[in-house]
């Protein structure tokens, strides 16, 4: 059951489904600005938390991003193949934790130090996730493995090293069109990173 709230009263918290995640059915009473109490109905999807990462490499000015298959994007008219940041779900590990694993996971590149730069939820209206947002410097060293993903999990991820201006604008043109990793890079650049 979620949080108390002064604002907030849960009435009823009905289970739709619990085959991958869960996606329920509350009704609650919302306390509006005007004093008055207000009866809603919403569904929530609870996939937990997750954190993404971009790695980033000063001299070379470029980034690490993947490619893999979205099925959901699929059925909204894109080809599914999708460019983003390296990221997961914490599943009960910490954001930092969670995160270097992923990198090696999904990249194949080793991360010793991730900085986390912000916190975000990314579709409040229906998910309860909180993204937490990391950036890490890479080298000229080897990767330490493939990266690809866990093919078990039905991963099949391919790795993309792009100039930092050509990540840019493929925002601009289409081609990024992931949330996370518009942030990210919009972040990059902001700060002056790249």
Do not use: C
Not at 88 to 114: F, K, M, Q
């Amino acid at each position: 059951m979620p949080q108390a709230s002064s604002r907030v009263r849960i009435l009823n918290e009905q289970l739709l489904s619990d085959n991958w995640y869960t996606l329920k059915k509350y009704t609650f009473s919302l306390l509006r600005r005007d004093g008055r109490w207000q009866e809603q109905s919403r569904e929530a999807y609870d996939r937990g938390n997750g954190a993404a990462i971009l790695l980033y490499n000063r001299e070379k000015r470029s980034v690490v991003l993947t490619r893999q298959f979205r099925f959901p994007i699929f059925l909204n008219g894109h080809d599914g193949f999708l460019i983003e940041a390296a990221a997961g779900l914490l599943d009960n590990a910490s954001p930092e934790a969670r995160i270097v694993a992923e990198a090696e996971e999904e990249t194949g590149y080793r991360v010793t130090r991730a900085e986390k730069v912000f916190e975000a939820f990314m579709s409040p209206g229906s998910v309860t996730e909180k993204l937490y947002f990391f950036i890490a410097e890479y080298g000229d060293q080897p990767r330490s493995g493939e990266g690809g993903g866990i093919e078990e999990e039905g991963e099949d991820i391919e790795v993309l090293e792009l100039d930092f201006d050509q990540a840019l604008r493929a925002i601009d043109q289409g081609e990024i069109m992931d949330a996370k990793t518009i942030m990210l890079l919009q972040h990059l650049r902001l700060k002056g990173i790249l």
